[in-house]
Nanobody, 117 residues
Framework: QVQVVESGGGLVQPGGSLRLSCAAS????????MGWYRQAPGKQRELVAR???????TYADSVKGRFIISRDDVKRTSNLQMNSLQPEDTGIYYC???????????WGQGTQVTVSS
């Protein structure tokens, strides 16, 4: 089906920036959304940002104005530019491809982001 691989996580100080990347391979779909989710220790996985097949973006309130999601349909990639990072942004970040027809959810293995001084 679809394989999704994230990269770019790491340790950063508060106020710093990181850029996460996601690459998809395998079966191609024409109508799909790309999203980034995160899971902090002891918490449920939550949506961070999402971009639809039409380019409409959605952000969690906590990251609006700081994070930017993008997608490149030719390269089959998605990036998440994270600025002004805070300790509460710490967690495992997962890339997701959600297809419409047929419907499907494809997840990467996650990449750790730690914001700490």
């Amino acid at each position: 089906q679809v394989q999704v691989v994230e990269s770019g996580g790491g340790l950063v100080q508060p106020g710093g920036s990181l850029r996460l990347s996601c690459a998809a391979s395998g079966r191609r779909f024409t109508n799909y959304a790309m999203g980034w989710y995160r899971q902090a220790p002891g918490k449920q996985r939550e949506l961070v940002a999402r971009v639809s097949s039409g380019g409409i973006t959605t952000y969690a309130d906590s990251v609006k104005g700081r994070f930017i999601i993008s997608r490149d349909d030719v390269k089959r990639t998605s990036n998440l530019q994270m600025n002004s990072l805070q300790p509460e942004d710490t967690g495992i970040y997962y890339c997701n491809q959600k297809t419409v027809s047929p419907s499907g959810d494809y997840w990467g293995q996650g990449t750790q982001v730690t914001v700490s001084s």
